[in-house]
């Protein structure tokens, strides 16, 4: 995708919404794009197997298709979209790969371990887990954040990232890599999303924290940092409290449009493969173009 496609792409964004997270893919206008058309795969993941929480839509099915692309094989956790996980399955087919869909909530820790365990049996290995499943809530006021809200957002932000790395811990050796999804409102912050901010943070607390307990194993533990990107989860979340403001999803970053997941997926393979063998703890910041940091 050009830049000037991607453009046209974003205007074609209008007010929507749907009534339930993560949000459905096939209820999406215009679609997202998943990876371009003139991506070469180079066996980078080649003999791989990795997983990918929230692997049915967004940002997730992305990573998968661009894994699958370059050798691995995937399985995708989903908590309930069975329709778009079987979409990625077959995407991920569709590139010669085997693939696996899992359905559970990474809120369950004992989920999590017997999704490891199946993974393994059935695909063989585990070289790359990819914690990316998330859910937001938009609140103008903290007051109005319940205290089960607050608790679901830990839970499913950085609970099942938790959960889902100490299950796979045991299976992952030297050259295997972890992959988290952060956020760009962790260094932010987000005045509308005080307490899915605060997770991210964490997680960029959780990233750094243990790339350095794993680097003597050599378990590599990085992560990426998206920006607004196109995804079921904006017309599920903004949509809800604004659908008109759907439609300028975006519009405020440097390069004045929502990114693309097919956009994200290459950050997650140069992450999981060994292009970034001396790189542990760090992020990667797809944003559009906003600066973070010094």
Known sequence: MTSQEAREKAAAIEAQEQDRQPGLESEMQPPAEFIREDYEGSGKLEGNVAIVTGGDSGIGRAAAVHFAREGADVAVLYLDEEADAET????????GQESLTIAGDVRDSAFCQVAVEEVVEELGDLNVLVNNAAVQVVKTDLTDITDEQWEETFATNIHGYFYMTKAALPHLQDGDTIVNTTSINAFKGNDTLVDYSTTKGAIVAFTRSLSQQLAGEGVRVNQVAPGPIWTPL??????????EAVAEFGRDVPMGRPGQPSELGPAYVYLACEDSSYMSGQTLHINGGSIIGG
Do not use: H, R
């Open 88 to 95: 990625t399955a077959e995407m991920v087919e569709d590139e």
């Open 234 to 243: 904006i017309p599920a979340t903004i949509g809800q409290f604004d659908p």
